[in-house]
């Protein structure tokens, strides 16, 4: 093969050209969620047994949480052939929907339709705080305590303590934890086995690998073992990031599998701020094209952002923990983002979509 | 005493191995095993495919668990006949390579020691 003087710069003036075309596109990464646009979004559950064992119930969340900055719950519809009724969980508020039915029915299916309004959350951290937004001392006992999967005594508050060590302001704590939980959090093969569930048994084994209900679990409980309000708000994705992210967002308008919780904190002076390490994880998991390094722009975007904003893309079911579902014989669960079910006195599988026969559906309906 | 979780990926493999420890050991060891904060069905549905022939039970809310302070999953005691604990195995096993003999031959315990096993990569 022959290649003249002229045809090799000409290769190499395109290779260069080639090559800094990525760092371009990088250094475009925005993502800038802010206030300002109201979606409306229609959320459908529609759920079957597939082969009732005797009398069955079910449990499907609905959109409870309302708060005038970012989300307001538009009510709820449903269809059955069984008999259903909306239940509360009486401490947090969570809204569901319990469906019975008898012996004899052979298909039981639910189908339930929610309407929200949601909107992008931010708040500047940088802008000196308003000192009469503040948690009064019963609601700060309440979002400070421990529950059955997050304890906040024994190695969480010795992690935490270990953490926080150096830092003064609440700020600064909230931070130092999101932090540590984006640096440290990963699935390492070579960790023996999984922990019982909960996140003092994360810490324990040091397997620090999970999903969304482990990590920002993990990063709650250490924000309450510094005496920190810290809350998970449990829900699901309705609507793709309009900042490009695939990984923060519906694939879909089936959005079956997309469950996701966040997390907020407290802050002296800003009142219940957005946070979510847990998705600064999944971006350097799964953003094509894919293992991205912990410094790559788009990494560094979503961490910088994910510390005080999220995109409204995303709809809250609520912030419970510990919730005993009525009507049931099981235990309590720990926390309810998944349709759950039962069936002759079994539990249902809420994470197998198909064996438990669910799908649910998005759609936005128009701009507010 | 076997705590497990059929969600626990390093769990998984474990149960027919237990199996093949008891039936070796001729009615000398008996398996019990704990599947940990598990739904009734995924725990059906992982031993229709995964059979094994000695008792599953199911510590739905973590009690047993916890007052057994496991830490991590899989974890197996081994209790002698007087349900004393000779072992405690706080990763996954290859009990195939085990000889049964030693589970209920003069305790590694009675030394005052708990022998413990940490070491995940035995198998």
Not at chain 1, 47 to 59: F, H, M, R, S, Y
Request: hydrophobic share 45%; aromatic share 8%; proline share 6%.
């Amino acid at each position: 093969m022959h290649i003249d003087r002229r045809s090799f710069l000409k290769a190499g003036v395109a290779l260069t050209f080639v090559a800094e075309l990525p760092g371009l596109a990088r250094a475009d990464v925005n993502f800038e969620p802010a206030p300002g646009t109201w979606r409306k979004f229609q959320v459908m559950t529609r759920l079957e047994i597939a082969k009732p064992a005797g009398i069955t119930q079910a449990w499907i969340p609905l959109p409870s949480v309302n708060q005038k900055a970012w989300i307001r719950s538009d009510g709820s519809q449903w269809t059955t052939n069984g008999k259903a009724a909306l239940a509360r969980d009486p401490r947090y508020g969570a809204e569901m929907l319990h469906v019975a039915w008898t012996a004899g029915q052979e298909a039981p299916v639910v189908e339930v339709t929610s309407r929200i309004s949601t909107q992008d959350r931010a708040v500047d951290l940088t802008r000196p705080g308003n000192p009469s937004i503040d948690l009064g001392a019963a609601e700060r006992k309440f979002n400070t305590a421990g529950t059955e999967l997050i304890p906040v005594d024994g190695i969480v508050k010795q992690t935490s303590d270990n953490i926080v060590a150096g830092t003064k302001t609440e700020i600064e704590k909230v931070h130092a934890i999101y932090e540590w939980i984006v640096e440290n959090t990963f699935r390492d093969a070579k960790v023996p086995g999984c922990g019982i569930g909960d996140i003092a048994s994360m810490l324990k084994t040091g397997n620090l690998g999970g999903k969304c209900a482990d990590l920002n679990a993990l990063f709650v409980g250490l924000v309450r073992a510094a005496g920190i309000p810290a809350r998970d708000v449990y829900g699901i994705r309705v609507a793709p990031s309009r900042f490009g992210y695939k990984s923060l967002g519906a694939a879909s308008e089936v959005i079956t599998k997309a469950q996701h919780c966040r997390a907020e904190v407290f802050l002296t002076g800003y009142g219940w701020v957005a946070t979510d390490p847990a998705d600064v994880r999944k971006v350097v998991l799964e953003e094509p094209p894919t293992h991205l390094a912990i410094d790559d722009p788009k990494v560094a975007a979503a961490r910088k952002t994910l510390f005080g904003a999220w995109e409204g893309n995303w709809m809250a079911y609520n912030v419970a923990h510990d919730l005993r579902l009525p009507g049931s014989s099981g235990p309590q669960i720990g926390f309810l983002m998944y349709p759950q079910g039962e069936s002759g006195g079994a539990w249902l599988d809420c994470i197998d979509a198909d064996a438990f026969k669910y799908i649910i559906k998005s759609r936005e309906l128009t701009t507010a | 005493m076997h705590f497990f979780a059929t969600w626990c990926e390093s769990c998984r493999e474990e149960l027919p191995l237990l199996n093949r420890l008891e039936a070796r050991a001729n009615g000398k060891v008996t398996v019990l095993a704990i599947a940990v904060a598990d739904a009734d069905r995924s725990v059906q549905r992982f031993l229709a495919a995964t059979p094994v022939d000695f008792a599953v039970l199911l510590d739905r809310d973590r009690t047993v668990a916890k007052a057994w302070r496991v830490a991590a999953l899989p974890t197996t005691f081994v209790l002698d006949a007087d349900l004393r604990p000779k072992l405690v195995v706080e990763a996954d096993y290859a009990w195939d390579t085990f000889d049964p003999g030693k589970l209920t031959g003069p305790s590694p315990m009675d030394a005052g020691e708990r022998a413990t096993i940490k070491n995940a990569n035995s198998r």
